[in-house]
């Protein structure tokens, strides 16, 4: 799921899907490419996306990436204007992992593609008022949700892979399909719940085909 954020201080984009030649063999790491398979219509694609909105790449001017999986960094080199936003201890790791291993499961290309300035982020913080980042880390080593508060629509959080769909929410938590650190995972499952109560939130579920179609989505928006 990627998020686009028109906020009065700039354009943030939320995660950056797949790149559109992911469904050829040698565009992913072998090892993702044999696990994984992506199917898509060209209007799926991010660019085309965005022009729903009246948006173009060039007007993102912040990128903020909850974690470094192939299916969250595939356009990534549309934004070398950009400010990025990632977690600290997973960027590192996916770098080192990139540039010591042909066939890792990141993409090399997008994992070291160029942005503007960089801002590794191990705490929770305000990014601009009513967007809040959490630290939600299991899914890998360090991801980042986002809260959101909107005039209309309540509070919105997005956790990402961090819970991968309705089902591993619970109550009670189960661990998603995926997963480094079980403990952490569940964790971090159980913060979101504690942000959901404390906001009265509306959550999101990333990888849910069944809760996907219930969301508004572009050009439709939540204010």
């Known amino acids: 799921m990627m998020v686009l954020i028109c906020h009065e201080k700039g354009n943030i984009l939320f995660d950056l899907g797949c790149h559109p030649d992911a469904g050829k063999k040698g565009y ?4 993702v490419w044999k696990a994984e398979r992506y199917f898509h219509e060209p209007e799926q694609e991010l660019e085309a996306q965005l022009a729903l ?29 950009a ?27 997008e994992v070291t593609a160029p942005y503007r300035e960089v801002h590794l982020i191990d705490r929770d913080f305000e990014l601009l008022p009513g967007i809040e980042i959490v630290n939600l880390p299991g899914h890998t080593n360090g991801l980042l949700g986002m809260v ?7 509070v919105l959080i997005f956790p990402q892979d961090a819970v991968f769909c309705e089902e591993s929410y619970g109550p009670p938590a189960r661990l998603p399909g995926g997963f480094e650190d079980s403990v952490a995972c569940l964790a971090s499952i159980e913060k979101v719940r504690r942000l959901q109560v404390q906001y009265g939130a509306t959550v999101f579920f990333g990888h849910d085909p069944e809760n996907f179609p219930k969301y508004r989505h572009a050009p439709a928006f939540y204010e």
């Open 53 to 81: 909105c009246g948006v173009t790449p060039a007007d993102i001017d912040t990128v903020v990436l909850s974690h470094l999986h192939e299916d969250h960094t595939g356009n990534a080199r549309l934004f070398p204007h």
């Open 148 to 154: 959101l508060h909107t005039e209309k629509d309540g």
């Open 83 to 109: 400010a990025l936003y990632a977690p600290k201890n997973e960027y590192l790791d996916a770098m080192w992992s990139v540039c010591t291993n042909p066939d890792t499961g990141y993409v090399k290309a």
């Open 28 to 31: 992913w790491p072998d090892r």
